[in-house]
């Protein structure tokens, strides 16, 4: 799996956005936490083999997320579906 | 290839034919008609950008955009899915755009995520086995609109009448039954 490492200054929480590199919505939470200096990791998932798909969609579900994306999973516990800014700030302490 | 523009000019007219906008923030729109040129190159059909597509066309149909949920998610959210298409209030600015709920079914969104096997050979082999048994899965089926008469051969009737605007409970599908005489 490809996964690209943003630096920050912020790097409270363990941060890894489940991303589409298509997706205006992802490239609005990329930028949100860049914005907020938030240390993050992410993955296009649109760029994965069939295998990598197979163990996102587990690892997603298997947090009670849904495959709407951005999906950002905060200390390998909260996960949030969506670029929904109040729930992510809250979450991240920003 | 196609052209964003060529991208732009077909959701604008097909905003105007159904009373919609596009998105106003205009930074917003540009990412979504790139994603939406980069699915049409990739796979050759427009597939929503905010969805993982599969490249198989029967496994995409309900989310090539115009997808099937954008009408009742308009109507309901203000905005389509990916929110290229608004309605008039959100495009002026009297109701923010808000990420929109998923409604595609969860059976369908998982027919993108493909179940590995063990070895390369057998993987081949079960590969086109699985997009047999996929496609034969999609079980499609006449749907006429009680209204207008408007008939369609899909998995399910679509949430809207494209031709007269009756709402999906107005579809009944069509059964078709021989009879032998003689």
């Known amino acids: ?94 | 290839m196609i052209t964003l523009d060529k991208v732009r000019q077909r959701a604008e007219s097909d905003a105007k034919t159904y009373g919609y906008h596009l998105n106003p923030d205009q930074k917003f729109l540009q990412d979504l008609l790139e994603g939406l040129k980069q699915n049409e190159e990739r796979f050759g059909y427009p597939a929503c950008p905010c969805r993982l597509a599969s490249g198989n066309l029967e496994i995409d149909r309900d989310v090539i955009c115009p997808c099937d949920y954008r009408d009742p998610d308009v109507a309901e959210f203000g905005a389509c899915y990916c929110a290229l298409y608004v309605r008039t209030d959100v495009s002026d600015g009297k109701t923010p755009v808000q990420p929109v709920p998923e409604r595609r079914p969860l059976e369908k969104q998982t027919r993108s995520y493909a179940t590995p096997s063990t070895t390369t050979a057998e993987k081949k082999a079960e590969l086109g086995a699985a997009a047999a048994k996929e496609t034969s899965r999609i079980g499609k089926k006449l749907w006429y609109c009680r209204q207008c008469g408007y008939v369609v051969f899909r998995e399910d009737p679509p949430y809207v009448c494209p031709i007269c605007k009756a709402k999906r409970e107005m579809f009944a599908e069509i059964t078709i039954g021989i009879e032998e005489r003689g």
Do not use: H
């Open chain 1, 1 to 94: 799996m490809k996964i690209e490492k943003v630096l920050g200054k912020n790097k409270k929480n363990k941060v890894f956005l489940y991303a589409l590199s298509t997706c205006a919505w992802c490239k609005m939470t990329k930028q949100f936490l860049k914005d907020s200096e938030v240390e993050f990791e992410y993955v296009d998932v649109d760029q994965c083999s069939d295998e990598e798909l197979d163990t996102i969609k587990k690892d997603v579900l298997s947090k009670g997320g849904s495959l709407s994306y951005p999906i950002i999973v905060v200390n390998n516990q909260t996960l949030i579906n969506g670029f929904r800014k109040d729930k992510i700030k809250e979450t991240l302490g920003l």
